[in-house]
């Protein structure tokens, strides 16, 4: 399937959270030949990009989530119509791992071993708290950490 599924959808809230997602209104099955997740690349409103899933949550169809920074980016919010367009990602997500960070994994070699296995996402959240510290020190000590908790079995933040 190369040409983009298109349609338009309200902002819905997840529950009290402050967070978004739309309905997917088409059946995955049919579409993707699969009932679970679905990796996706979207464009909303013709102007975010954003790469992510399909996934059904307690649902009765697959939704696709819009973070906070998309939903500033579009400014809008719950309740709100989106139009959504996308595509099925079937690249390989990969995380850059800085030089730094690399070290301490080479110094490390179970974590790095256990952080390889885990998930895209699970991965980009440890390298983005890293990469969010903003002092040296902050970023040094987070990486310690951040082997502490892989080698604890955290998956994630």
Known sequence: ?????????IIKQNGEMNAAFVEFPFSTEELFHTRGQVKVKAIFDD??????????????????????EIRKQL???????????????????????????TAIFND??????RFNKMSYTHKKEYIRWIEEA????????????????????????
């Open 1 to 9: 399937m190369n040409s983009p599924i298109q349609f338009t959808a």
């Open 47 to 68: 102007q975010v990009e954003y790469s992510g899933s399909l996934a059904k949550m307690k649902s009765d169809c697959h939704i696709l989530g819009l973070t906070q």
């Open 75 to 101: 400014g809008k919010t719950f309740g709100d119509e989106v139009s959504v367009s996308l595509i099925e990602d079937k690249e390989e997500r990969l995380v850059e791992v800085a030089d730094d960070i």
């Open 108 to 113: 490390n070699p179970e974590a790095k071993e």
């Open 134 to 157: 903003k002092k040296p020190e902050t970023r040094e000590n987070r990486k310690i950490k951040m082997i502490q908790m892989i080698l604890d079995g955290k998956k994630g933040i």
